[in-house]
């Protein structure tokens, strides 16, 4: 088993769900891994991580910085236009 959680349960962890959800669709259900990809940002812009961070911060955005999405890996950052420096 796995377990990912950051502070308040809706950023890293965000990131680690999705990129883990994209990664079990593509080993556990065939979909082609770029497919895979463009779900795991399709759900972190319209899925339920968002109102997460809205019922957190009152604002459906990920607490990223610029900085912070920059040095994420790939695979772990928050699409354009979902994260803003902020509440976490």
Do not use: W
Not at 23 to 30: A, D, I, K, R, S
Not at 62 to 78: D, G, K, M, V
Request: net charge positive; aromatic share 4%; charged share 25%.
């Amino acid at each position: 088993g796995r377990i990912t959680s950051c502070k308040s349960a809706k950023d890293r962890t965000a990131m680690a769900v999705t990129a883990e959800q994209a990664m079990v669709l593509n080993h556990q259900h065939g979909v082609p891994a770029g497919a895979a990809e463009d779900l795991a940002v399709r759900m972190r812009r319209e899925g339920v991580r968002l109102h997460n961070a809205r019922k957190n911060t009152g604002r459906r955005l990920y607490a990223f910085s610029r900085i912070q999405r920059n040095l994420l890996p790939e695979r772990y950052a928050p699409p354009e236009g979902t994260f803003a420096c902020g509440r976490t």
